[in-house]
Nanobody, 121 residues
């Protein structure tokens, strides 16, 4: 069974930094896209950043220049370094991967349980 486990969330003051991590456990034939999404209270879940297995990244406009996504393919981990945090970055941050469990499996999305990031003004 594939599991994603996030860690590293917490409380930080505005202007501060946090790094959240996500570990994918369980055997997988391939992992394509890894990414971070977030959901603030009363709002829809939104994309924060994604990164391909080749290292190409994509960011939401609201985090460009402040957040950096990276991944370690050997460890099946993805990271999100968040700098210059703002109160509006407060949300539950979710990790997502897209990949194949076996070489004959369809590409499937897997989600983590989320980690809370709170930015105090």
């Amino acid at each position: 069974q594939v599991r994603l486990v996030e860690s590293g969330g917490g409380l930080v003051e505005a202007g501060g930094s946090l790094r959240v991590s996500c570990a994918a456990s369980g055997s997988m034939f391939s992992i394509d896209i890894m990414g971070w999404y977030r959901q603030a209270p009363g709002k829809q879940r939104e994309l924060v950043a994604t990164i391909s297995n080749g290292g190409s990244s994509n960011y939401a406009d609201s985090v460009k220049g402040r957040f950096t996504i990276s991944r370690d393919n050997a460890k099946n981990m993805v990271y999100l370094q968040m700098n210059s945090l703002k109160p509006e970055d407060t949300a539950v941050y979710y990790c997502k991967t897209v990949g194949q469990r076996y070489n004959y499996s369809p590409r499937t999305q897997y989600w983590g349980q989320g980690t809370q990031v709170t930015v105090a003004s």
